[in-house]
């Protein structure tokens, strides 16, 4: 080979050499894009929107709403809107943080239900409920219940459609499109394979009102899922029940927790109260179901009422005043599948009204309990963990002004009710839990007209927003 090949040939392969690199980098560019954080951004919610069930059905009846966001330090509004009626009207507004907006709630046909809207700073941790006075011929009593944001799920133990009572399930749409649901039913001698229980659907921006006796009638006991197959919905249950042609109650059943092997139930506050526990086994394996009481005193297992065996897609009833009497008290289940349960609370004294405490979470952020005027709040709080803990408990004003602070201890599997009657010119809580534990808790109003309950929940304050990979 001449010198004149020798230097081309040496060239040629240095070329080789460099494009393969360069392809090779190309190569390793590609297959291993920059690193990015695993998790997400945190970020305050910015807008947030809450389905209240139903305004009054007549002019026998007496509701009052009450919204509120509490002071987060930034400008925001918190509003009300008429609900299932086109066009959409404004009924309330408030920009003060954590001010409260209370509004009655009049028998309007133009006004069936309302929506309640939070924006900017008005949205982290919105809170609204409504209350409703029954003095008619054919309901009476007192009932509560959360507005509550849509979702895809939704369980409610305790309900009846037994002669005498009327059981309404109340599924809202809030969105710009279609949704679609089913009703799932469970009984005391298992699923019950309801004709038209499925594919039901819901216009934008409407309701539908159903009657559960349709689906399942003359039943004591029943549990329901209902499950959004397209969309998003709020779904509520109304109870109406009549002894004879003697109103003996109402109320609003709350939403209970997603079955699960281990479950909360309560806390009750305690009184002269029939307490009857309900548990559904939805799944397709027997249950069986252990249970233990927490009161003030501690956590215990009951000799008087036994643990319980239900059949797959079953629901089984158990007195358990043996068990609590009159004390406040909570109840925890551990079962071998996933279940879920309520109590159902009946007067024994005064005015003839039931009120039902499902099963529930745990509170996680603050939790807002509302103080609206004419009504007798109890709070009751049970720690589920192993080494107690504490509560802040925060009393606000109308106008968002903090007018007092308290701290509660709660010793390891105890309950402990708090009365805050005393604090005037207080309009809402905000609970706030330890980090880390693990409390529960449920609100019960009394008035001349009855008694309702509201288990706690915590409205949203921040989000998680996922870590976005860039596509190479």
Known sequence: MTGRRMVAAAVGILALAVSGASMA?????????????????????RSALLACPQSPTDRSTRARLIAVAPPGGSAGSVGVDAFGAPPAQQLADATSPGATLS????????????????????????????????????????????????????????????IGTTSQLVVSNPSPALAVFDVQLFGHRGAIDAVGARGIGVAPHSRTVLDLARFAPSRAALTLHVIATTGRVAAAVRTTSLRGITPVGSEWVPPAAQPAPRALVGPAPGGRLHRQLVVTNPGDRQAVV???????????????????????????????????????GALRLTSNVAVTAAVVETTEHG?????????????????????????????????????????????????????????????????RSWRPGKLQGARYLVVSPSAGSSVYGVVAYSSAAGVAALPLMSSPRSLVRPPVRPAW
């Open 25 to 45: 980098a190309v190569q390793r560019s590609r297959a291993a894009p920059p690193p990015v954080a695993a998790a997400g951004t945190t970020v305050a919610v």
């Open 103 to 162: 509004r009655k709630l009049v028998h309007d046909r133009q006004v069936p239900a309302v929506l309640v809207r939070g924006s900017g700073g008005g949205a982290p941790g919105l809170t609204a409920a409504q209350w409703s006075t029954y003095s008619g011929p054919a309901h009476s009593g007192l009932a509560a219940s959360w507005c509550l944001a849509p979702a895809t799920s939704w369980w409610f133990a305790g309900v009846s459609t037994r």
């Open 290 to 328: 252990s249970l233990r009481f927490a009161e003030r005193a501690g956590t215990f297992t009951s000799t008087k009422v036994r643990d319980l065996s239900i059949p797959p897609g079953g629901v089984v009833t158990r007195n358990i005043e043996p068990a609590l009497g009159t004390a406040a």
């Open 351 to 415: 005015p003839r009204d039931f009120a039902i405490a499902p099963a529930s979470v745990a509170i996680g952020p603050p939790a807002v309990v509302p103080l609206p005027r004419g009504l007798h709040a109890v709070l009751t709080l049970v720690d589920a963990g192993e080494r107690g803990t504490g509560v802040k408990l925060t009393a606000f004003g109308a106008r968002g002004r903090q007018l007092a602070q308290q701290q509660l201890a709660l010793p390891a599997g105890s309950t």
